[in-house]
């Protein structure tokens, strides 16, 4: 191992870890958003816009990032939508997080037990004020462990950005191993980047799953 | 008698296949009466509560809170839910909240009420049953007997005219029944108005100013409680009955 080399490049991943975490930060932020609009017209079987919900899952979670990336970045420029490298990943990560978080809330809103409804709504609550104040919070509060696992699961999807030109860590590994054949300080700085970046952010999702154990049911 | 509180006339409701689960029941409750309504599992005694708050839709028939039917309410029927409390047999606290955050929101969100004055009352109430002491616990932290009697203070605080209890100590410890059924018997004292289900017939005989006993989705037999468990008059009920005692065995 070529110490002096991983000294050396090591600016160079610093930088590609930054982009691959602002990418995997809006990315997933996004995916978020998507994901509560999509569940919530599912949970309300809004009419049509739950038809077209469900296309966009099945088809999200069942096709590979990568080809999402590559219908984005080489398939729109054909019909004339031509999105930058940042656009298309960003793009891409939240068409296939949102899917993901979308199903997570979802099942968080279904394991809300009837029971609680039914006390909320003899207590004279509205059918809006049993949302806000009795579904909502436990639903958040059920997805959690889900939603962890679905972020942590989007940041390692990055890795394949570097399809799309985009320079991020993988992109950067491949690139040294490419210039000067050293395969494996390259490889090994990639695996730690990647650790630094995940390994807080799973102690953070445990951290936060803990905290709201308080909703758990039974005795 | 005056008006009574509550009526219900020829109220039918059935589940799919059109299996009638009440079958044209008709009922009437006073002020200040407590109704105790027995009868084998699956006769439609929690049917039947849940139908008086609208929890289930009926398929016809009439309800009346006070003389105004309210089976069609559609926007409204928060309003009549407000008058009728209820308390299920699954422990239905709400579990991300503390036991006093559990008995404040009602009061606040839907009747607006002063939070201080709302607590001072809840206060009040959960050491009337034993409980001031926890009121900053979480649900997970009480046992089953506990969890109910802080669900009856949380119905009793939105001053309700009728209280509904669907088998409140079902799914209790024998030992935890007692302590529950205690809360109950003190509020019939205070001359709240009560329909209550239970299998529990002793406590049924104590608490009762009438018995109502049910059977495949009908009112078999309405009696007072001397009369119903001495000497019931119809022969289902008297099976009914006779279902709680046991031969001794002779060795």
């Excluded at chain 1, 059920?142 to 940041?155: E, G, Q, R, V």
């Excluded at chain 2, 398929?59 to 559609?74: A, Q």
């Excluded at chain 2, 205070?190 to 018995?211: C, K, P, Q, Y």
């Excluded at chain 2, 008059?233 to 046991?246: G, I, P, V, W």
Aim: glycine residues 6%; negative net charge; hydrophobic residues 45%.
């Amino acid at each position: 191992m070529d110490f002096e080399f991983i000294r050396e490049q090591t600016p160079l991943y610093i930088e590609a870890a930054k982009l691959t975490l602002h990418m995997a930060v809006i990315g997933v932020l996004l995916a978020i958003v998507v994901g509560l609009v999509c569940s919530m017209i599912k949970y309300f079987r809004i009419p049509v816009l739950r038809q077209i919900v469900e296309c966009y899952i099945e088809l999200s979670r069942n096709t590979p990032l990568l080809i999402q990336l590559f219908f984005l970045y080489f398939g729109l420029p054909k019909i004339g939508i031509v999105l930058s490298s940042e656009q298309c990943a960003i793009t891409g990560l939240t068409f296939l997080g949102g899917s993901y978080m979308a199903e997570a809330f979802r099942s968080g809103l279904d394991n809300v037990p009837p029971i609680q409804v039914e006390s909320a709504l003899s207590l004279g609550m509205s059918k809006s004020q049993v949302f806000t104040n009795i579904i909502l919070p436990q639903a958040v509060s059920n997805s959690i462990p889900a939603f962890c696992a679905n972020a942590i699961f989007l940041i390692k999807e990055t890795s394949v950005f570097s399809a799309v030109a985009l320079a991020d860590l993988m992109f950067v590994t491949k690139d040294l191993i490419g210039i000067y054949y050293k395969t494996d300080e390259a490889l090994f700085m990639l695996v730690i980047a990647y650790l630094i970046i995940l390994l807080p952010i799973s102690l953070i999702c445990s951290f936060v799953e803990r905290r709201v154990r308080y909703a758990e049911y039974g005795d | 008698m005056g008006q009574p509180i509550l009526e219900v006339e020829h109220l039918k409701k059935s589940y799919v296949n059109n299996v009638p689960i009440l079958d044209d029941v008709s009922f009437s409750l006073q002020k200040g009466e407590v109704v105790v309504i027995v009868g084998p599992s699956g006769c439609g005694k929690s049917t039947f509560l849940r139908c008086i708050n609208r929890l289930e839709e009926i398929d016809t028939g009439v309800l009346k809170l006070n003389g105004v039917s309210y089976e069609k309410e559609k926007k409204n029927i928060s309003k009549v839910r407000e008058k009728i409390g209820m308390v299920f047999q699954s422990y239905d606290l709400f579990p991300n909240m503390t036991i006093l955050n559990n008995l404040l929101l009602a009061p606040m969100k839907v009747q607006k009420r002063n939070k201080e004055e709302v607590k001072k009352e809840a206060e009040q109430l959960l050491d009337r049953v034993g409980l001031l002491d926890k009121k900053d616990n979480y649900p997970r932290q009480l046992s089953g007997g506990q969890k109910q009697r802080v669900a009856i203070v949380r119905a009793m605080l939105m001053h309700p005219e009728i209280m509904l209890l669907d088998e409140i100590t079902a799914a209790l410890d024998p030992e935890m029944v007692r302590e529950v059924l205690q809360v109950v018997l003190e509020l019939a004292k205070t001359g709240m108005t009560m329909l209550i289900v239970t299998h529990e017939m002793e406590f049924a005989r104590s608490v009762a100013d009438r018995v109502i006993f049910m059977d495949k989705g009908n009112i078999v037999e309405e009696n007072t409680p001397e009369q119903f468990f001495d000497n019931p008059e119809t022969d289902r009920a008297k099976q009914f009955l006779n279902s709680f005692h046991y031969e001794t065995v002779k060795k």
